[in-house]
């Protein structure tokens, strides 16, 4: 293990006001968004679309690092380069998904365990041999009646911790993941309480498992109120109240905080970013990024539509969006952006 390149590339991922881009949904996950969109849910269909967004020109000025699933770090351009390299040539950092998703959690009614420890070591050094240089582990955590409860917040940050000692142990930046979901009616200051809490929870178990926080980045949901709740409040608020949050439990070694957009709106996601780095962005330990996916992606995936003919303009959208989040890291993010 070495750790100071662990550092260099943690630090990497967040430079020059860049964020990532995650396209690492599992299969079930891809066919689901496909068949929303009307999109035949095979290998081929999701290979030109992985092909689609990693051939999108100007990516690399949005991003540093792309977040991959397994199928897709052994997939192939049509011209037969390998993903993987093409990323690499870029100048993007290639990243891959390594849990393989959250289960019911036994003896606790409605939550979740994310699962993937066992045979880990393994599956790491293979995809660092492969080139991947960053990895990252989600843990799902839902606010309902009761819920969430400390054993489920215990054993997903147990479990992060664990992945995060494995990946820097085979020389991979952890990206840890713990999402906080938006589904529910909770208010703006219940997702704030649990929020702390499993962020809190989340570094006392990195603590333990004696992981380098530098070597870091963590991928956290913005505090937010529940979908259904009535009162939805506005973009500054929850900029307020998430850096609030934020400030209180993620230790100032941390090189840098890659939001999850969670089902925000693309627009929606680059304007709470970016009014969190014009409000604070100064006075901050961490940088301020982004490691969206639908909030970045959803555009695209519905112009392309499965069809080779949609390529350049699902690739604009694909730019647009990025871009968006780049100008929202420097706080530099208008409205205007989006009418263009
Ligand atoms: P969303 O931005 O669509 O929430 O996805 C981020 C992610 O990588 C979930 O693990």
Request: charged share 25%; hydrophobic share 40%.
């Amino acid at each position: 293990m070495n750790l100071k390149e662990i550092i260099i590339i943690a630090k990497s991922l967040v430079a020059n006001d860049k964020g990532l881009l995650a396209m690492d949904e599992s299969n079930p996950t891809c066919n689901k968004r496909f068949a929303a969109a009307g999109i035949p849910q095979t290998e081929e269909f999701r290979r030109s679309y992985r092909e689609m967004i990693i051939t999108t020109p100007g990516l690399s000025e949005c991003v540093n690092g792309l977040i991959l699933y397994d199928e897709t770090i052994r997939q192939k351009k049509k011209d037969g380069t390998l993903f993987i390299k093409a990323i690499t040539d870029l100048g993007i950092i290639p990243g891959i998904k390594v849990d393989v998703g959250a289960k019911d959690l036994a003896g606790h009614n409605g939550e979740k365990i994310t699962e993937g420890l066992d045979g880990l070591r393994d599956r790491l050094s293979e995809y660092f041999q492969m080139g991947a240089r960053f990895a990252k582990w989600r843990a799902v955590i839902t606010i309902g009646n009761g819920i969430p409860s400390r054993g489920c917040i215990e054993a997903n940050a147990n479990a992060l911790a664990r992945y995060a000692g494995l990946c820097q142990e085979a020389g991979l930046v952890p990206i840890v993941e713990p999402e906080v979901l938006m589904i529910g009616e909770h208010t703006l200051e219940h997702c704030f309480e649990v929020t702390e809490e499993v962020l809190r929870t989340v570094f006392r178990h990195l603590y333990l498992q004696r992981i380098t926080l530098e070597g870091m980045i963590l991928k956290p949901n913005m505090v937010l109120p529940g979908l259904t709740c009535p009162k939805q409040e506005s973009v500054d608020a929850v900029a307020d109240i998430t850096v609030e949050c934020l400030l209180r439990a993620v230790p100032a070694a941390v090189p840098g905080i890659a939001f999850l957009s969670g089902g925000q709106s693309g627009e929606l996601a680059s304007a709470r970013l970016n009014a969190m780095n014009v409000r604070f962005k100064s006075r901050l330990p961490w940088a301020l990024a982004f490691s969206f996916a639908r909030a970045i992606q959803q555009p695209a995936l519905e112009i392309w539509h499965g069809e080779e003919s949609n390529v350049s303009a699902a690739q604009k959208a694909l730019y647009h969006r990025a871009n968006c989040n780049l100008f929202a890291r420097r706080g530099e993010y208008i409205d205007k952006m989006e009418r263009i």
